[in-house]
Structure formats: structure tokens, C-alpha cells
């Protein structure tokens, strides 16, 4: 519901050529104060992007990703809790404030999406995730991954976007739930992740990164 | 589902595709079994007892492959094959 806010009055706020859009919801900031954006520039941008696109998917796209979500995960890195070699470094020296400025950035860029793949086989393995997608797997008690991450997969306030994130990096973090090795906001996920047979998984992660960003959408209150 | 499993199998798992045995259309060889039309709830049957080693008949190939496949992939691949429509002529 913030999101189409924010992407309304960002594009307002850039068709105007001007600076901070009408803060309708808390921290709706259009350009960040001058010491995160050189962060953004220095850091960020050199895997994530500077609209959080993140071109190499080792590195999760943020563009678009939930607020909370980001702030939380920022907050993880930072305090070590949430294990990455490289993030953990760049978060170690952030301050609450910057961690807030970030995620509100990468938050408010447009949602991007993958192309759909074309071969008969990559469709065929689309469809069988947007069957777990929607149904779950009942056998083995995997809920539908929309219950939580919602029917568009833009997730919630605090449960992350999975729309247009990529392939890889879903399929990676799928990994690290079924082994133990992610740790953070496992709770759910470590029992899911460990009844996904990797097939399941590629699946799912491929329906994801396809889906279309919902700039093209005309209802904003579908959630 | 079921079409791409019959189709591609699991490369993740080492599962072959089904049509490498059991034919393009399913309608298996001299010695293979037929899948085509089969009911769905038999295969799903068959299967769970290669991957149980309850079927200790022809399961050289097929144990191996029903380990490695999760029920849902089984009811995929069965719903699939029982849909399989049948051939005009009867074949070889």
C-alpha cells in the first residue's frame, strides 16, 4: 500500500525536476541527504546498483524491496547476526540513521522484473513453480508461498518482496534456509526450504524473477 | 509439472526423463511398460514402492529414480501420463 504512494510521488517529484516529495508517509525522501548518497555511490552501488538493479546475480536486487524489511536486514548484517562476508563489513560502520536513509532509497526505486524465459523447458519449469507458488506442495506440508509473501509475491511490511528478485539469489537463499546456514527469519522457512527438492526450487525461483513489476499494474490495493 | 518432469526428469537429482526409457509418447518398448493412459493412482502406487523397495521387480533403474522424486513430482508426473491420450493404430 506505501509502495504505489511512493512510487506516485516519486515519479511526481521527478517530474517536476524537484527535491523531496510530500512526505505522506514517514520518510518518504526522494533523494538522500548528501552523506548517504555518497554511500550509496562508494558502496552500495558497485554490487547492488545504484536503483538497487544489482546486474550480477550474485547480489539480490533491492529495488523495490520493502522498507522494514531492508532496514531489518541492514540491522542484521551490522550486528553480525545475519552472516555475510561482505556485508557484514559494509554494514559495520552505519549508523541507525543511515541504515534508515538506505533502505528508504532502495525501497522506493521501481521494482524491476526478468525476462520470461522461452524455451519450452524454462515454461515448463515457470509453471511448476507458480504451482508452488500457489497451491504449496500438500504432501509435504509446504504452505502456498503467496499465503505469506502475498498473491503478487511483493511481500508485506516486515516479509520481503520475492517479485523480480533474482533467480540465483532466491534459489541461494533457499539453500542457505534448507541447510541452516541462514539463520535469520528462518522460522517458517528452514521447515519449507528443507521439504523444496532443488528442482522445486529452481522452479520457484525462476516464476519469481519473471513476474512483472506492477508499474504496469492498474489496481494499487491488491495486496 | 508432470510434462516436465516426463520431459527433462530432475537434473538436479540425476533423474533421467521418463520419455528415455519409456518412449516419447510414453508408450514404452518390447519391455518397458506403457505409461500412456495408465490410471494415475497405479503409478503413484507403483512408484512409492520402487522408492520404498517394497517393488523389488524391474527396479534397477526405477528405484534409483523414485528415491529421488518427491510425492508431488509422482502425482505430477502420474496425473500427466494418465491425460495421455491414446494413438489411432496401435503401434510397434
Not at chain 1, 553480525?80 to 532509497?105: F, P
Not at chain 1, 528452514?190 to 525461483?205: C, F, K, Q, Y
Request: glycine share 8%; net charge positive; proline share 5%.
Amino acid at each position: 500500500m506505501t509502495r504505489e504512494r511512493k512510487g506516485f510521488a516519486l515519479a511526481l517529484g521527478l517530474g517536476l525536476g524537484l527535491l523531496a516529495a510530500p512526505a505522506v508517509m514517514a520518510a518518504t525522501v526522494v533523494e538522500p541527504p548528501a552523506s548517504v548518497k555518497k554511500i550509496i555511490e562508494e558502496r552500495c552501488k558497485l554490487c547492488h546498483g545504484r536503483d538497487g538493479e544489482a546486474s550480477n546475480a550474485i547480489y539480490p536486487r533491492l529495488a523495490g524491496q520493502n522498507r522494514a524489511y531492508l532496514e531489518k536486514q541492514l540491522r542484521l548484517f551490522r550486528s553480525g547476526v545475519r552472516k555475510s562476508d561482505i556485508m557484514n563489513e559494509q554494514a559495520a560502520r552505519l549508523t541507525d540513521a543511515e541504515i534508515a536513509a538506505l533502505a528508504t532509497w532502495f525501497s522506493s526505486r521501481p521494482p524491476l522484473s526478468h525476462r520470461a524465459p522461452r524455451t519450452p523447458k524454462k515454461k515448463l519449469l515457470i509453471r511448476m513453480g507458480e504451482y508452488y507458488f500457489r497451491y504449496g506442495d500438500g504432501f509435504a506440508d509446504i504452505p502456498a508461498c503467496r499465503e505469506c509473501h502475498g498473491e503478487d509475491a511483493r511481500g508485506s511490511e516486515t516479509l520481503p518482496r520475492l517479485a523480480g528478485q533474482h533467480r540465483k539469489y532466491i534459489v541461494n537463499q533457499l539453500l542457505a534456509f534448507q541447510s541452516g546456514e541462514r539463520r535469520t527469519d528462518n522460522a517458517i522457512m528452514r521447515h519449507i526450504a528443507r521439504n523444496l527438492p532443488r528442482l522445486a526450487m529452481e522452479g520457484v525461483a525462476l516464476y519469481l524473477s519473471a513476474l512483472k513489476p506492477e508499474a504496469d499494474a492498474q489496481n494499487s490495493e491488491r495486496k | 509439472m508432470g510434462r516436465y518432469v516426463f520431459h527433462y526428469g530432475d537434473p538436479f537429482q540425476d533423474v533421467p526423463p521418463c520419455t528415455t526409457c519409456h518412449g516419447k509418447d510414453a508408450r514404452g518398448s518390447k519391455t518397458l511398460p506403457r505409461l500412456a493412459g495408465q490410471h494415475r493412482k497405479y503409478i503413484v502406487n507403483q512408484l512409492l514402492a520402487f522408492q520404498s523397495g517394497k517393488r523389488q521387480t524391474d527396479n534397477a533403474m526405477m528405484r534409483h529414480i523414485a528415491r529421488r522424486l518427491s510425492r508431488l513430482a509422482m502425482e505430477g508426473v502420474a496425473l500427466f501420463l494418465s491425460t495421455l491420450k491414446p494413438e489411432a493404430g496401435s503401434g510397434k
